[in-house]
């Protein structure tokens, strides 16, 4: 059986090789005649071959016998698909042929092509096909996907082409190098996925339209009579190291996107970034823009090398998120003659400061307090900003989307005005034990999707609207307080993912009906009706009762009255925390907290008094170091400029005195709270606080003062 199946194949190549070698065949096609003799096509005549739809050439039924085409002196030009899929087409000869035309030999296996007269190549002249080696010496114009997907092409040399058309080299994934001296516009895609591209010489390139060189392998890219880089112009060349553009003025969307190895770049005369222009350009760390105008949003994005940046005076425009994810950044510095733009201690504001547009990352600050003039945290203001601990924000009334989302070492924030929170403004901080938002009234989505540290959290009278997936994946949540009447609306999604069968839900008394038949609320188990207890006191400033202190309480706020008195509510049984603010005033006590509140309170009285404050240190590299930092209790501390505890007394060129220099700590509020007797052997020594209450506190000794946290 085996030796008749090889029989027949022998029989079939035989039949085959015969059938070319003997094959004939001829015709008439326009004003040229054709023929074929063993396996040669011969096409005589004068003029223009005429054009042919898909498979439409008279000599396409035979295309399989077909091993080489000659072309007569006279015949001016290749038709549309006249020779597409001769899949043994081995060579061609074009003595005169001027204009190939679309498709004309696409799909075919020649490997090497000479075009001696030819001015203009047709789209998709070579598509696919199997050129290692083209020479075109009076080229002028390559249409469009001319030569995509020329996988074996190799180099190419244009010397007169003035125009290359979109996607014309297209993935022709083994081109090392390309020659174009005269070329003036590169069409969209023109060489994109051309991944071995090294090498590109274009002196005299006015127009690179987008996409035409991404996913290159490019090194280095002089474009000197460039004006715009478009789209994603080089958008994942991922070797480039260097880019020369003395006029660009305008850089498009993506242009430079994932230029993993471009550490500098300078843009004498660029006056407008577009969004995500140097999105993840991951090893930058130099950028030199003088003349901008506009920085889109995103432009800078995950830039993780970038340690500062300087926004100079001709900028008036910055969309959201300019530097954002950039995990080094330690400043952004805005001239002082910018009447857009400012910025203080690195941070980025629009000039008034009622905006904070970007916290830089990498600063080293675990604590920030938002300016009391800022009343919107900006789009992405603080992504992931994961040296934070703690963020009060007392004048804040917008926290736009995506905020704070994955400051995933955020513990505590605070945020008493604020009325709308964004789209995933506290999404995956993962940290995210205590939330104080007494006046929120929105929820607009995913606001604390992730934070599955949260165990409590009071949701205010205001509240009206929580959004889509809010709580969703918030797995550690076991007590929800929501102090409104009228449950907010929720959906499903809301608290996707939450134990509903063990997180109380406590709602105040009478309206336990209303929650258990309302969207979202009515997927808990456990929902309790609560009284409501009445505490109230006395706010008096000089012994004078006073007007106008605000109130913070787990449900909302409240404002004392012409005669210093105030009220507010609780549910019975819980715990609330009362705290009073006035800016430039400190209250004793700071804040009351009160324990299983049976019954209404009176007499919960606060004295205030002018703030004296203490000196904040602001550098960067404090000389003295506490760690753990935060802490839990116990800490030591390390000198980071001095070898121990004498060598930093004689660097401050002080004695130090038992009682003088003491380790001291103070509250945030600039009071005495912890006093340790000076030791030289202090290093080594262990300070224990874990009597002091979880917040911000400042460590003084001897001249040098450092914050830490105690949680």
């Not at 096609?29 to 050439?57: K, R």
């Not at 030569?147 to 010397?159: A, D, K, W, Y």
């Not at 008493?416 to 104080?436: D, K, N, R, W, Y």
Request: with cysteine.
């Amino acid at each position: 059986m085996k030796r008749i199946k090889f029989f027949c194949l022998l029989l079939s190549v035989a039949t085959l090789f015969c059938s070319t070698v003997m094959f004939s065949q001829s015709g008439e096609t326009g004003p040229l005649t054709w023929e074929i003799e063993n396996g040669t096509l011969t096409i005589n005549g004068e003029g223009e071959m005429p054009d042919y739809e898909y498979e439409g050439a008279p000599w396409y039924p035979y295309r399989f016998i077909i091993t080489n085409v000659t072309i007569g002196n006279e015949v001016t030009t290749i038709g549309n698909y006249a020779f597409e899929s001769l899949f043994r087409l081995a060579s061609v000869a074009l003595p005169s042929v001027t204009r190939i035309g679309d498709y004309a030999f696409a799909e075919c296996n020649v490997t090497s092509i000479v075009l001696p007269s030819v001015t203009t190549i047709g789209e998709g002249a070579f598509r696919f096909s199997r050129l290692v080696s083209v020479e075109m010496p009076n080229v002028t114009t390559i249409g469009k996907e001319a030569f995509r997907s020329s996988s074996f092409l190799i180099s190419v040399e244009m010397p007169n082409v003035t125009t290359i058309g979109e996607e014309a080299f297209r993935s022709s994934y083994f081109l090392i190098s390309v020659e174009m001296p005269n070329v003036t516009t590169i069409g969209q895609s023109a060489f994109r996925n051309c991944e071995r591209l090294v090498s590109v010489e274009m002196p005299n390139v006015t127009t690179i339209e987008r996409s035409a060189f991404q996913s290159c392998g490019l090194v280095s890219v002089e474009i000197s009579n460039v004006t715009t880089v478009e789209r994603s112009t080089f958008y994942e060349c991922s070797n480039l190291v260097s880019v020369e553009m003395p006029n660009v003025t305008t850089i498009e969307d993506r242009a430079f996107s994932n230029c993993r190895s471009l550490a500098s770049v300078e843009m004498p005369n660029v006056t407008t970034i577009g969004n995500h222009a140097f999105y993840s350009c991951v090893n930058l760390i130099s950028v030199e823009m003088p003349r901008v105008t506009t920085i889109e949003y995103r432009a800078f994005l995950s830039c993780t090398a970038l340690v500062s940046i300087d926004i100079p005076s001709s900028v008036t425009t910055i969309g959201y998120c300019p530097f954002g994810l950039c995990s080094s950044l330690l400043s952004i510095n805005v001239d002082e003659n910018n009447a857009y733009y400012t910025s203080e201690n690195g941070v980025l504001f629009d000039k008034a400061k009622a905006t904070i547009i970007q916290y830089p990352a990498g600063k080293i600050d675990i604590n920030y307090t938002i300016p009391n003039s800022v009343t919107t945290v900006g789009n992405s203001a603080f992504i992931e900003c994961r040296n934070l601990f703690s963020v009060k924000m007392p004048s804040v009334t917008t926290i736009e989307d995506w905020a704070f989302t994955g400051c995933s070492n955020l513990v505590s924030v605070e945020m008493p005005i604020v009325t709308i929170m964004g789209f995933g403004a506290f999404q995956h901080c993962l940290g995210l034990v205590s939330a104080e938002m007494p006046n929120v009234s929105t929820f607009v989505g995913q606001t604390f999707l992730s934070c599955g540290s949260l165990v409590s959290i009071n949701l205010p009278s205001s509240l009206v609207t929580v959004g889509d997936f809010s709580f969703a994946f918030c797995t550690g949540l076991e007590h929800i307080y929501s102090h409104s009447v009228i449950p907010p609306l929720a959906n499903y999604y809301t608290f996707l993912d939450v134990p509903v069968t063990t997180c109380i839900l406590y709602v105040p008394a009478g309206s336990e009906d209303d929650y258990a038949a309302a969207d979202g609320w009515k997927e808990f188990t456990n929902i309790v009706g609560m009284g409501m207890r009445t505490v109230s006191g006395t706010v008096t400033i000089d012994g004078t009762p006073h007007q106008g202190v605000t109130i913070f309480y787990s449900g909302g706020t409240a404002i004392t009255s012409e005669t210093g008195e105030y009220g507010v509510t609780a549910f019975n049984g819980s715990t609330v925390t009362i705290t009073p603010s006035l800016e430039g005033y400190t209250f004793t006590p700071a804040s009351i907290t009160l324990t299983d509140i049976t019954d209404d309170m009176d007499g919960i009285d606060f004295m205030a008094t002018k703030e004296v404050g203490i000196s904040i240190p602001t550098t960067d590299k404090p000389a003295i170091i506490i760690y753990p930092n935060p802490t839990t209790g116990q800490f030591r501390i390390k000198y980071s400029e001095f070898k121990n505890v004498a060598s930093f007394a004689t660097e401050q060129n002080r004695s130090f005195e038992g009682g003088k220099d003491d380790v001291e700590i103070f509250d945030i509020m600039g009071r005495l709270v912890h006093r340790v007797p000076f030791t030289v052997n202090l290093e080594t020594a262990e300070i224990d606080v874990s009597h002091l209450q979880a917040g911000v506190y400042f460590l003084k000794i001897g001249g040098e003062m450092v914050k830490f946290v105690r949680y």
